[in-house]
């Protein structure tokens, strides 16, 4: 079996995992690829990684059976960007603190890696966003994400107008901070900060979130997932951000998006089962008497 592993910088606390977490890897005998800034940090830590080769972004992500993601939400977010449209899943380990999409406790880990290594892990499939304009190419090959595109003002105090249409038709537009455009999956993310409702992940949705809007009437939107979206961004400021998932980018003001459902899907290894609802109930304690 082909294994990647991909992971952040790691503190002193979490060694033992990781020391752990590849002597048990090892156990199975994959072929083994580390991304490279991991595997720099495991050298410098003086861990055993066993026999492996490297990948990065400049290199690619050779053909795999599963990227192993070793970190937070924020990590696995990092591992879609080396797999891309290729339908490779992705395994989440959480070693950080919230664990939304990395559902499998460091703790826990042993049991859910052989449900992995065995091809007995279900698979989660969630739907993704892509980002396109007209005016110029924007993140390259990396025009998607799984949670949100989010359009944000940048460097002024004064607000900016997303004119925003759907299928063609105008549905308003949002004086504010700015806009998000969320998945099901990012419906627990910063669209629920901001007031979006939560979408089971299955669900065949879109859910446009006004950040810090202006006028008051204005509610977080949900529509179909074939939904052609279109942003004109306008304001005061000289530069607005946009940003997909973890990654940004500052633009000029005055640009037409489009944001529409990606032709492909990201998928999840779900080595406990799919248990958003559990998910839920742990992270957003549910059910849980928290007043004293």
């Not at 559902?103 to 698979?123: A, I, N, Q």
């Not at 892509?130 to 994400?145: I, K, P, T, V, Y």
């Amino acid at each position: 079996m082909r294994i990647a592993v991909h992971g952040r910088p790691f503190k002193a606390e979490t060694l033992p995992f990781i020391r752990e977490f590849f002597k048990e890897l090892q156990s199975y005998g994959p072929e083994l690829f580390i991304e490279q800034t991991f595997r720099d940090q495991c050298v410098e830590n003086q861990l055993k990684t066993g026999e492996h080769k490297v990948f990065s972004n400049l290199h690619g992500l050779p053909e795999v059976d599963t990227i192993i993601s070793l970190g937070g939400d924020g990590t696995l977010l990092e591992a879609i960007t080396y797999a891309k449209d290729s339908g490779i899943p992705i395994f989440g380990i959480n070693t950080g603190r919230m664990g939304y999409l990395a559902t499998t406790k460091k703790e826990d880990f042993g049991e859910s890696l052989r449900t992995v290594m065995s091809g007995e892990s279900p698979l989660d499939e969630r739907n993704m966003v892509q980002l396109l304009s007209e005016d110029r190419e924007l993140f390259g090959d990396f025009n998607f994400a799984l949670n949100e595109v989010a359009i944000l003002k940048r460097d002024t105090s004064s607000m900016i107008v997303a004119h925003a249409y759907v299928n063609g038709d105008y549905l308003t537009s949002y004086w504010g901070d700015g806009v998000l455009v969320s998945t099901p999956t990012g419906s627990t993310g910063y669209s629920l900060s901001c007031g979006g409702p939560l979408v089971l992940p299955r669900s065949q949705n879109l859910i446009i979130t006004p950040i810090c809007p202006h006028n008051l009437n204005l509610r977080p939107l949900v529509v179909p997932d074939d939904s052609d979206i279109e942003l004109e961004i306008e304001g005061r400021s000289n530069n607005i951000l946009i940003s997909l998932d973890s990654r940004s980018i500052t633009v000029e003001n005055n640009i037409k998006l489009r944001i529409k459902k990606a032709d492909f899907q990201v998928k999840l290894h779900a080595p406990q089962g799919l248990v958003h609802f559990k998910t839920l109930r742990e992270k957003l304690s549910w059910g849980r008497d928290i007043r004293n």
